[in-house]
């Protein structure tokens, strides 16, 4: 009711329940009139509506067509902010709140993504709950007055997954210029950022969305010689990686955040809180919600809390470092691995020959390398002589497809040298390319993954156009799971030429049977890449699915896919 003026409460009663429900319908109707008459408009309306259900909220079919959707309403500040605001000040308590611009900015972008917000693309307030039942009275409020809420968790996605597209002062270019609204957005990073419980017995752990991977692993999980798989970029947190179903360079072993999380607490868009599964690394309990969750990127509810799946640390470990005169070969050594069914790769990593040149040119390793394209493995097992036998194997297969050179770790110290290598490689790529392009080099980093059989074609034709447009590219890439980044160093004259080999380049991997993203995620960059992919029937069941778990559209409006009918972007 206070969204705007023109809203009238319509009563949706099933037969079948003695409890009624009430939804939010705009009827377009401008005026209120206090009367009798009216009173019996509002009875006959509300058994109209019970009978003829609105086509937008529930449609026929199994899918919902974004034609088939009228604009979501959102709370329009002229007329309730005020009041918002103070309801808002009854849950929150006041320290727990931000309205400072420097904090709106850091909320909004980070160093790692050229998808920069507009101007007026900022959230309203930074909320920072305390738990989940914190959260569940904040949704119900964000409901009833018909606010946007964004998850934040570590802020290094890149995809323009936590920018905040409806917003007041839309004078500018955004999603929709037509919606003025305002966006809660909820940081987990002060108080819901614990680990909760390890059960080592069992091999998993509770954690809260404001966890950074790195440091359960480094504080909590070391000790016990057990370690959380999943490995994204420095920073990253438990939240946005089950947000993205990102996975890093252990997912070779270890596998993504689906096959990681046992299950979630999530507080859904009204405030409902919701469990999807007990503990038990097995279960036949009904539908997979966990996996629903996984990927959604805070669209379908607000992850509060997980169990995820925790593994032995190898006891034995060393690096390998393998390079070839060329991408196929080293593409090749990959499938041979991996048809042979090889245990104890933890991870396989591949940086090209101009990757390669770049580490060497910024002298931040302690050596140098040859500028080849290069395969580095993580290898590790609980018996010695499992370890030997892998080392062995890959020497030979190593020799089969022709390397250049193939050499092993013997040391805690050779390990980190030859590892130092992948761990440079974002820095010595921006070194190069400012002796490249000068002191204002941009680099744009793209993901997207293909099967390892098209590995190589779809990287070289990839760095060829990077090359021919004049551009430079350096590649990093997961291969065990065929997936790959390309970092396109460019002058800010040449961005849109670095926007259409990016394009391109994602078009390319769909057209081999790949994803547009193995791992960064949807956002809304890669929306219409999403429905190249899938096709329009799969979007629309999705978006079905949104729009059973969220009919008010306030979960991260307009990411993954359009929810709008209105919406001008893409």
């Known amino acids: 009711m206070f969204r705007s003026c023109n809203r009238i409460n319509f009563r949706f009663v099933s037969n079948s329940s003695q409890n009624v429900k009430k939804y939010k319908v705009s009827t377009g109707i401008g005026v209120a009139l206090v009367s009798a008459g009216f009173l019996a408009g509002y009875v006959g309306s509300s058994i109209t509506i019970a009978q003829n259900v609105p086509q937008f909220l529930f449609p026929s079919g199994s899918k919902t067509s974004l034609q088939d959707l009228r604009s979501p309403e959102y709370l329009d500040p002229r007329f309730a902010l005020d009041k918002f605001k103070s309801r808002l000040l009854l849950i929150v308590q006041e320290q727990d709140l931000s309205f400072k611009k420097g904090d709106l900015d850091d909320h909004s972008f980070n160093n790692y993504t050229l998808h920069k917000p507009k101007d007026n693309e900022r959230p309203y307030v930074i909320v920072y709950p305390r738990d989940t039942e914190h959260i569940s009275q904040i949704m119900k409020l964000c409901y009833e007055f018909g606010v946007p809420v964004i998850p934040f968790a570590g802020g290094t996605s890149i995809e323009g997954q936590f920018i905040s597209t409806r917003n007041i002062n839309s004078d500018k270019e955004c999603i929709c210029e037509h919606q003025d609204t305002v966006t809660v957005m909820l940081d987990f990073n002060k108080y819901m950022n614990k680990v909760i419980q390890v059960n080592a017995d069992d091999l998993d752990c509770i954690v809260q969305p404001g966890v950074i991977a790195k440091e359960l692993n480094d504080e909590y999980l070391d000790k016990l010689g057990l370690m959380f798989g999943p490995d994204g970029a420095p920073g990253c947190e438990i939240g946005g990686q089950i947000g993205t179903s990102c996975s890093g360079t252990n997912a070779y072993r270890y596998g993504t955040m689906k096959e990681n999380v046992v299950n979630v607490t999530a507080v859904m868009a009204d405030g409902t809180i919701i469990k999807t599964r007990q503990r038990p690394k097995k279960s036949s309990n009904g539908y997979n919600l966990t996996g629903l969750f996984i990927g959604s990127e805070g669209t379908l509810g607000v992850v509060t809390e997980a169990t995820v799946k925790l593994h032995v640390k190898p006891i034995h470990e060393t690096i390998s470092i393998v390079s070839f005169q060329d991408l196929n070969q080293a593409t090749q050594l990959v499938q041979l691995l991996t048809k042979k069914g090889i245990l104890g790769i933890n991870a396989i990593e591949l940086l090209d020959a101009n990757m390669m040149k770049a580490i060497n040119f910024s002298g931040q390793t302690s050596r140098s390398w040859k500028e080849q394209p290069t395969l580095l493995f993580k290898l590790g097992s609980h018996n010695k002589a499992i370890l030997n036998e892998v080392i062995n194997d890959i020497k030979k297969l190593s020799q089969e497809t022709n390397c250049t050179s193939c050499e092993f770790a013997k040391t805690p110290e050779q390990q980190?040298?030859?590892?130092?290598?992948?761990?440079?490689?974002?820095?010595?790529?921006?070194?190069?390319?400012?002796h490249l392009f000068g002191p204002d080099v941009k680099i744009w980093s793209t993901d997207i993954a293909v099967p390892v059989s098209k590995?190589?074609?779809?990287?070289?034709?990839?760095?060829?156009?990077?090359?021919?447009?004049?551009?430079?590219?350096?590649?990093?890439?997961?291969?065990?799971?065929?997936?790959?980044?390309?970092?396109?160093?460019?002058?800010?004259?040449?961005?849109?030429?670095?926007?259409?080999?990016?394009?391109?380049?994602?078009?390319?991997?769909?057209?081999?049977?790949?994803?547009?993203?193995?791992?960064?995620?949807?956002?809304?960059?890669?929306?219409?890449?999403?429905?190249?992919?899938?096709?329009?029937?799969?979007?629309?069941?999705?978006?079905?699915?949104?729009?059973?778990?969220?009919?008010?559209?306030?979960?991260?409006?307009?990411?993954?896919?359009?929810?709008?009918p209105a919406d001008k972007k893409d």
């Open 416 to 434: 980190e040298e030859l590892w130092s290598a992948r761990k440079s490689i974002f820095w010595s790529s921006i070194d190069y390319g400012r």
């Open 455 to 564: 590995l190589s074609t779809v990287i070289d034709d990839s760095l060829k156009e990077v090359t021919d447009a004049g551009l430079y590219g350096t590649v990093v890439g997961h291969v065990g799971d065929g997936n790959f980044h390309c970092l396109v160093m460019y002058n800010i004259q040449d961005e849109q030429k670095a926007l259409e080999v990016i394009d391109n380049m994602t078009i390319r991997a769909i057209a081999n049977e790949g994803t547009c993203s193995g791992e960064h995620g949807i956002g809304t960059s890669k929306r219409k890449f999403l429905t190249m992919e899938l096709g329009q029937d799969t979007i629309s069941v999705m978006r079905r699915i949104k729009m059973a778990l969220d009919p008010a559209r306030i979960l991260n409006p307009d990411k993954l896919f359009k929810i709008d």
